[in-house]
């Protein structure tokens, strides 16, 4: 399972940018796709999540700002994030909790991380 993740960048406090992610891995069904982000120094934290059902879950300090969506095979996922503020410059990992058909367990997988800066 690879995921690859893109999007991030550098822009001004106020602006908008879209992270997206997409996983690969023939027969690999994905649960859970998931945006971390984390800073120097400190552990990764969760942004924002969508179940294969579509339900989503967010961190109180991006609700109302951001977006997380997928697309309909659950191969990709994007995290719209609007507003932006100088405290959500930090890398951002994407992440999907799924499994193959053989295998018994979910497991997690995480992808490269894209800098997101914005700057005051």
């Known amino acids: 399972v690879q995921l690859q993740a893109c999007g991030g960048g550098v822009v001004q406090a106020g602006g908008s940018l879209r992270l997206s992610c997409a996983v690969s891995?023939?027969?690999?069904?994905?649960?859970?796709m998931g945006w971390y982000r984390q800073t120097p120094g400190k552990q990764r934290d969760l942004v924002a999540s969508?179940?294969?059902?579509?339900?989503?879950t967010y961190v109180d300090s991006v609700k109302g700002r951001s977006t997380i969506s997928r697309d309909n095979a659950g191969n990709r996922w994007y995290l719209q994030m609007n507003n932006l503020k100088p405290e959500d410059t930090a890398v951002y990992y994407c992440?999907?909790?799924?499994?193959?058909?053989?295998?018994?367990?979910?497991?997690?997988?995480w992808g490269q991380g894209t800098q997101v800066t914005v700057s005051s």
């Open positions: 891995g023939s027969g690999f069904g994905t649960n859970v």
């Open positions: 969508i179940t294969d059902d579509g339900s989503t």
């Open positions: 992440n999907v909790v799924g499994r193959f058909p053989q295998q018994r367990i979910r497991n997690s997988y």
